[in-house]
């Protein structure tokens, strides 16, 4: 017979999911999650419905799958629809629990159902049945989820389950049974717990699982809080103590109505993981001797009972806020049923004992189970321990040590891990332990590569460092040659230089007397400029003497003219002597007359030779001055020259001086790089030998 599949109740948004594995650290069952690709997905065949993926995600990534949209819409198309109310509902809107009643009303429900009677229904088939077949133990069941997990992982527990159906389902039926005037109309659940829905399917009753965080936003959006609405009472009886059914052990207070010692006969567990840890290993127990040690196993997942469900809206308060008003409303409904006299007090009971006959009977209220093991053997393999191990070498987990059992990955243990990664349901990433180790393993990778990179890169530069050097060998050799052959220049111009020198100091020398020489004719031409300027004025002087001689010739020949006629006058005798006279004069006169013409002209042609020669010595003692200008300008020169001439021959000297301290250098060089070629090929050596290890 084919086992009929479980529906998903819980949707993995891909979009919010960061792959934390928050979700597999927090389940119970681990391998109904799926770590190996970017999200973390989960099978829903194999998930038990605990909801704790939910609480834990931080992110958003796990939302609860409920019926809250086809309830309501369903309810517009005139759908006759009944509600059921679970006991958590009193945790969830505290004192307002009754107004929820009149809110489901006002949306058309035609009748509202309190799921607590229906407990104490259950809890008068769990009596029925462990009076009548003496079970060395039972499991209650009301949690869907524990069913969910005995059927899939531990169905050796099978036998131990109560075969009663849950609070809900007492109710559900009793409504089928006993409401005929409800008998056809759908059930809706409004419940705390996202799995119930699953409880339908085996069951085959009830129709909308709502949860109470869906009606919670409903009314937060609507803008009509709960506090708006009437408060409406139950169209079923009231429930005494199984009010509490939704509080860890609820289902044990109220068997003590019957049994005051159930207490001591009930093991009451509850919360991940130690339910889930207690069933594991009850088998072993039982098989063993050491187990049932309690008649009684109250048990539920949620650590805060059925009022910290994961659809209750009161994950994260704190357990006596939760509980505060289930146990307020337990008070109230105590007092119901049990007045202050002994005698009414049995009456209040034997009247609740009547009300819960009246709904129950024997066969009515059963339930079977299905064992779902096969499912999770098909989708998931149990490797031998060998094929653990070849995992645990691919994980980096060669030795004890490294197998960290940290729990970062999401699982209990490295082995837990190895199995989901064998199974397809994870991946060695997710380990931090091989990270750690693949992080190290690929820096060293990269590491390597990086350094025969620097190898590769590092040969070829020291191949042409290597040439270089040879290169720079045989440069520092024609260096060496070439600074010698400027030694033998420069000791040859400083040889130059010392030469020049000397014929420098001999031509100052030299300069130096003709300067004085220059000095000296300058002077000299100076005093015959004065000569000749005094010649000048006694030449002026004798042209005007031979002009003077030359008025006195004119006035001699006059008087010789007038000493003729006086001697023609004076006769022959007398004027004949006299007339010689005369003449004597006159030839006289003529002569000087003519003697001083040109002695005159004489004079000024030597005049004019003196004015010449006067101006001839102006121009030469001038050209003599910017002669002897130029011989001081040389002088100074040859002076500047001079010194040029020491600080060359001093610097040549230090030139020769600082040629041989580089051609000893240029030695020291030449070894050193002789050196360096022979290291640097000895370096290259190295380099290909560490390459190759």
């Known amino acids: 017979m084919k086992t009929e599949a479980l529906r998903p109740i819980i949707k993995v948004l891909e979009e919010n999911c960061v792959n934390c594995h928050r979700c597999i650290m927090v389940c119970p069952v681990k391998m109904c999650n799926n770590g190996a690709g970017n999200i973390v997905d989960h099978h829903p065949q194999l998930c038990i419905g605990c909801g704790e993926c939910i609480t834990a995600c931080t992110h958003g990534a796990r939302i609860g799958i409920d019926d809250f949209d086809a309830f309501m819409g369903d309810l517009k198309q005139g759908q006759e629809i009944v509600a059921i109310v679970a006991p958590a509902i009193a945790a969830a809107f505290e004192n307002s629990y009754l107004k929820v009643n009149g809110f489901l009303k006002s949306l058309g429900v035609k009748a509202v159902f309190d799921v607590s009677f229906g407990a104490e229904l259950t809890v008068k088939s769990y009596l029925d049945y462990m009076k009548k077949k003496k079970p060395p133990t039972v499991i209650a069941q009301p949690c869907p989820t524990l069913v969910s997990f005995i059927e899939l992982y531990r169905p050796e527990l099978i036998p131990y389950l109560a075969p009663a159906d849950s609070p809900m389902m007492h109710i559900m039926k009793m409504i089928k049974r006993y409401y005929p005037k409800y008998k056809n109309h759908k059930i809706a659940a409004i419940s705390p717990c996202f799995s119930k829905k699953r409880e339908f399917d085996a069951v085959g009753i009830g129709d909308y699982n709502v949860a109470i965080t869906s009606v919670k936003k409903y009314l ?61 290993y009850l088998s072993d127990s039982i098989k063993k001797g050491f187990a049932p040690v309690y008649k009684l196993v109250d048990c539920l997942n949620c650590g805060m009972g059925c009022n910290g469900g994961p659809a209750s809206g009161n994950k994260g308060k704190h357990l006596d806020d939760v509980e505060f008003f289930v146990e307020q409303r337990n008070q109230e409904m105590r007092k119901k049923y049990q007045p202050n006299t002994i005698w009414k007090k049995l009456f209040s009971r034997n009247k609740l004992e009547k009300i819960l006959d009246s709904y129950w009977e024997d066969g009515l209220y059963t339930r079977s189970y299905t064992d779902r093991s096969a499912i999770y053997k098909q989708m998931v393999i149990s490797p031998t321990p060998e094929a653990i191990e070849a995992m645990f070498v691919q994980m980096h987990k060669k030795e004890s040590a490294d197998r960290l059992n940290c729990g970062a990955c999401g699982y209990k243990s490295c082995e837990q891990m190895a199995v989901a990664i064998i199974n397809g349901l994870n991946k060695p990433e997710n380990c931090r332990h091989y990270t750690e180790i693949e992080k190290s393993l690929r820096l060293e990778k990269e ?71 220059s000095k000296d004719g300058k002077n000299q031409l100076r005093e015959i400029g004065g000569l000749i300027a005094d010649v000048s004025e006694q030449s002026d002087a004798l042209i005007e003497a031979c002009k003077v001689i030359g008025d006195i010739a004119e006035e001699t020949s006059i008087l010789g003219m007038n000493a003729a006629i006086e001697a023609a006058h004076a006769g022959e005798a007398v004027g004949k002597g006299f007339a010689v006279v005369a003449g004597e004069i006159r030839k006289l006169a003529d002569n000087s007359g003519r003697q001083a013409v040109e002695i005159a002209d004489s004079l000024k042609k030597i005049k004019g030779l003196i004015d010449t020669s006067k101006e001839s010595s102006v121009r030469a003692q001038e050209q003599f001055d910017r002669t002897a200008s130029m011989i001081d300008a040389v002088k100074n020169e040859e002076l500047r020259i001079k010194e040029s001439m020491n600080s060359q021959n001093s610097g040549g000297t230090q030139v020769l001086d600082s040629l041989s301290e580089i051609n000893a250098l240029i030695a020291k060089i030449k070894d050193a790089s002789a050196g360096l070629l022979v290291s640097g090929e000895e370096v290259v050596r190295n380099i290909s030998s560490l390459k190759a290890m």
Do not use: C, W
């Open 447 to 517: 590491s390597r590569e990086m350094l025969n990179k620097v190898y590769d890169r590092t040969l070829t530069e020291m191949y042409k460092s290597i040439e270089g050097l040879k290169a720079l060998s045989g440069q520092i050799g024609e260096t060496a040659n070439y600074v010698l052959g400027s030694s033998d220049v420069i000791q040859k111009m400083v040889e130059n230089t010392s030469s020049i020198h000397t014929t420098l100091e001999q031509n100052a020398e030299t300069v130096l007397k003709l300067n004085e020489s």
């Open 220 to 280: 937060e959006t609507s803008g009509k809080p709960i506090d708006s609405y009437a408060a409406v009472d139950y169209d079923n009886p009231p429930a005494e103590r199984a009010v509490l059914f939704s509080s860890p052990g609820g289902l044990m207070r109220t068997v003590q109505r019957y049994d005051r010692e159930i207490t001591g006969h009930t093991r009451k567990i509850e919360g991940s993981p130690e339910v889930y840890h207690y069933f594991a």
